[in-house]
């Protein structure tokens, strides 16, 4: 069973910084591609940040670019998201999710999410 579990969300002031961690079990991970997505109240889920199986290539949202971090350390089946000078429409649910295809949309496998606030 596949499981993709979030932690590291909180709330911080605008300006300030935060490291998601999505901790991975149940699969191969080294031979998956890993995303983040956010989801809003009210709004869609969208895309975040990618990463592929070896980290060698990642994908962005321009309005992200330069301020989110993607990594993955797969010796700890593990997947990261540095997020530093937060605004507060950065608030949003957090998710990771896992693919054999690093996409900005389909993945096969998604964590429960965690919550970001960010205070302005």
């Known amino acids: 069973q596949v499981q993709l579990v979030e932690s590291g969300g909180g709330l911080v002031q605008a300006g300030g910084s935060l490291r998601l961690t999505c901790a991975a079990s149940?699969?191969?991970?080294?031979?998956?591609?890993m995303g983040w997505f956010r989801q809003a109240p009210g709004k869609e889920r969208e895309f975040v940040a990618g990463i592929n199986w070896t980290g060698s290539s990642t994908r962005y949202v321009d309005s992200m670019k330069g301020r989110f971090t993607i990594s993955r350390d797969n010796a700890k089946d593990t997947v990261y998201l540095q997020m530093n000078q937060l605004k507060p429409e950065d608030t949003a649910v957090y998710y990771c999710?896992?693919?054999?295809?690093?996409?900005?949309?389909?993945?096969?496998?998604w964590g429960q999410g965690t919550q970001v606030t960010v205070s302005s």
């Open positions: 999710a896992a693919d054999r295809t690093l996409s900005v949309s389909k993945y096969a496998y």
């Open positions: 149940g699969l191969s991970f080294s031979t998956y591609s």
